[in-house]
C-alpha cells in the first residue's frame, strides 16, 4: 500500500530540516574554532588554517544543496495525484516505494516501510517517466512491475 503523501512529505521535510540544523552547527563550529584561534583564511597557509575554511566552504556547499532540495520539495503538490509518473508522484514496484521530489535518498515511514525519495534528475527516473501502474521497466537487467502510482 502507498505511503499516505502528505506523511511521506512531512518526513522528507523533516529529513532535509535535520540535515540544514546540522551543516549550519558544523559550520558555526568551524567559524567558532578559526574565532578562537584567530585563524587567517589564507589558502597558502599550511596546517589547520587551511582545512578549516575547506571544511567551511564544503558545508556550505552541502548547505546549498539541501536548502535547494527543500525548495524542490515544497513544490510538490500534495494534494494531487496522476496516473502516470512525474515529479510528485508516489510509486509502488514489486521491490520498492519511490517518491518523485528531490535527491534526499531513504526515508523511513511511521509504519516501519521505508520510500526512496528521488530527483528527475536521478537515472531511474527516466525509466520510470510516464509510466502507470502495470506497466514494467527495466533496472539493473532485471524487469520490475510497477503495481500503483499516485
Known sequence: MIPNKTQLFNNSLDAINKQIQRYKAEMDT??????????????????????????????????????????????????????????????????????????????????GSSVYVISTEAPIYEKLKGKKAGETFMLNEKEIKILEVR
Open 30 to 111: 568551524i567559524k567558532e574554532s578559526m574565532e578562537a584561534n584567530d585563524v587567517h583564511t589564507d589558502y597558502d597557509e599550511e596546517g589547520s588554517k587551511g582545512e578549516l575554511l575547506g571544511d567551511f566552504e564544503k558545508y556550505a556547499k552541502y548547505l546549498d544543496t539541501a536548502q535547494n532540495m527543500k525548495l524542490t520539495l515544497n513544490k510538490v503538490d500534495r494534494e494531487h495525484y496522476s496516473e502516470s509518473i512525474k515529479f510528485g508522484s508516489i510509486i509502488e514496484t514489486e521491490n520498492n516505494y519511490y517518491f518523485i521530489a528531490c535527491a534526499l535518498g531513504k526515508i523511513n515511514m511511521d509504519d
